[in-house]
Structure formats: structure tokens, C-alpha cells
């Protein structure tokens, strides 16, 4: 692992760390061996890619995931994680 790499985990790493929401998944600790860092996260059972595989969503279901994740990007917004994109 180069230093940039290096850096740039840890930077995330620190992020992650400090993000409390109910629609990003929880970090709970990183450790680190000779050649790795391995990150600990919430487990999450799926994903929406498997989620529209076995079943065909309703409009209600669409509106709460979408609701679900603009929660979560504003929540990273507010903390200036991310940066509003021009409208």
C-alpha cells in the first residue's frame, strides 16, 4: 500500500467513524496488520440492486428508499461531507 493510499483510508476512516444516521451504515472500529487495514462495519443483509431483483417495487416502497437515501445525503450535506451540486 502506497502512502497516498494510506492516507486516503485513514481520511475515510475518520469520516465513517464520526457519522451517526439511521440510513448510513454504523462503522465500529478498523484495525490494521502488516500489509492491510481491515475496517469493521454494520452488517447489512442487501442491497438495492438484490432488492429490485426479487420483487417489482411499488410506487410507496420507491418513494420511502428514495426518501431514505436523500435523508442520508443531506445528513453528509449538513456535516459538509459532501457539497450540494450545482441546481
Known amino acids: 500500500m502506497n502512502d497516498f493510499d494510506y492516507e486516503s483510508i485513514n481520511r475515510e476512516i475518520s469520516i465513517h467513524s464520526n457519522l451517526d ?3 448510513i451504515i454504523k462503522f465500529y472500529k478498523n484495525y490494521e496488520t502488516n500489509s492491510e487495514i481491515k475496517i ?4 447489512a443483509d442487501t442491497d ?10 411499488t410506487e410507496n416502497k420507491c418513494k420511502n428508499i428514495t426518501k431514505n437515501v436523500i435523508n442520508g445525503l443531506k445528513y453528509l450535506h449538513d456535516k459538509d461531507i459532501i457539497e450540494k451540486v450545482a441546481e
Not at 48 to 57: A, F, G, Q, T, W
Request: hydrophobic share 35%; proline share 0%.
Open 40 to 43: 469493521v462495519l454494520e452488517y
Open 48 to 57: 438495492l440492486k438484490n432488492i429490485m431483483k426479487k420483487e417489482r417495487l
Open 21 to 23: 444516521h439511521n440510513n
